[in-house]
């Protein structure tokens, strides 16, 4: 399996001065702690587009984007590119806790809360052919980081 980690660039449609805003200064770190999730079970790529062109879309199994405010139709450009490639689009991101009706058409599966949490799930359920529209957290807990992971076990998924 192969899985693709992206951060979209700007769409270009904020003030300049959003670019010192936290999540626009600093990596996603939840992205890359799933990219180390998704590692045990296949080749596993990240992308920053802030820090690199993707001129050339490849195919990958799963495309799992970063979607916040300031980048969704950049995200939506990009999904658009992977999904005529055949690839399963994932969105994940702070944007996805206030709303997803905008970005639904867009992807095939929604992120709701932490990532982190709702990733073995998924890809359980991607392994099997059954992947919902929607993953969502609950309990508002990042069970994974405590070792207390309540979704399938990602150790089943490798076996």
């Given at each position: 399996m192969?899985?693709?980690?992206v ?6 449609e ?16 939840g992205?890359?702690?799933?990219a ?5 079970l ?13 001129k ?5 199994d799963?495309?799992?984007?970063f979607i ?7 995200a939506?450009q990009?999904?658009a590119?992977?999904?005529a490639?055949?690839?399963v ?8 806790t206030h ?10 599966s929604?992120f709701i809360?932490?990532g982190?949490?709702?990733?073995p ?6 392994r099997?052919?059954?992947v919902k529209?929607q ?10 980081s405590?070792g ?12």
């Open positions: 192969k899985v693709l980690f951060v979209p660039k700007d769409d270009g904020h003030s300049p001065l959003s670019q010192f805003a936290q999540c626009r200064v600093l990596p996603p770190i992205l890359a702690r799933m180390g999730l998704a590692g045990r296949g080749a596993v790529q990240v992308l920053d587009e802030r820090l690199h062109d993707i050339y879309p490849q195919k990958s799963i495309v799992i984007l916040n405010h300031y980048n969704q139709y950049r939506y990009l999904a590119q992977y999904r490639l055949g690839c689009i994932v969105f994940t991101g702070p944007m996805l709303t997803t009706e905008q970005a639904k058409p867009h992807a095939d929604l809360g932490s982190e949490t709702n990733l799930e998924f890809l359980w359920d991607y099997f052919g059954r529209s993953y969502h957290n609950e309990t508002g807990v990042d069970n994974v405590h207390k992971t309540q979704r399938p076990a990602l150790a089943l998924l490798a076996g």
